[in-house]
């Protein structure tokens, strides 16, 4: 009797450690289904295909003489910088007046001028330019100073744009 009392609480024994392994096994696999990462849906993307065009940067319809943006470019090596700016023009005119002025405390250090050809824009309603001078020099280095670009048309329009950069 002894032996058949012993045999069935091993027996139960035996059933308890399956139950809870069992248990254990789903509980691992469950988690590892909640943890797993997920694939994120593929992002689309915009790549022309044959017969399309794709206008990634679209610039507003010109309205009047307008100067967009300014910026500077170093002579590698030479503490000299090309100064240029861009914008557009509605006016009918052939050429446009690029004045550059580095200013310092008040106090203009550094002044440029170039005449420019316009280039016809009609996606804009109007003309573009790009100016740039010729490698400058004497420009402050490593102090805050203002950037002050003035165009001028043919008609006497002016427009300007300005910054404060530091010349490294």
């Known amino acids: ?11 139960e024994e035996s059933s308890i450690v399956y139950v809870v392994g069992a248990i254990i096994v789903v509980a691992v ?3 590892a289904v909640l943890m797993w990462p997920k694939n994120k849906p593929a992002e689309q993307t915009t790549t022309p295909t044959q017969g399309t065009t ?4 679209t610039k507003p319809a010109l309205t009047k003489l307008i100067c967009e943006s300014e910026w500077f470019n170093p002579v590698v090596g030479y503490p000299k910088y090309y100064l240029s700016a ?5 006016s009918a005119g052939t050429q ?10 008040k106090e203009a250090v550094v002044t440029d001028t170039v005449m420019v050809p ?3 824009a009609p996606e804009r309603g109007g003309t573009t ?5 010729k490698a400058l020099e004497k420009i402050p280095q490593n102090v805050p100073v ?3 670009t003035t165009v001028k048309n043919e008609a006497g329009l002016s427009a300007s744009c300005s910054g404060s950069v530091v010349f490294r």
């Open 1 to 11: 009797m002894e032996n058949e009392t012993t045999q069935t609480q091993t027996n």
């Open 146 to 148: 203002t950037m002050v």
């Open 96 to 105: 446009v007046e690029c004045t550059f002025t580095i200013i310092k405390d």
């Open 118 to 120: 316009v280039t016809q």
């Open 129 to 133: 330019f790009q100016c740039t001078t």
């Open 29 to 31: 696999i469950v988690a």
């Open 86 to 90: 861009q914008g557009g023009d509605i």
């Open 54 to 57: 794709s206008n990634v940067v």
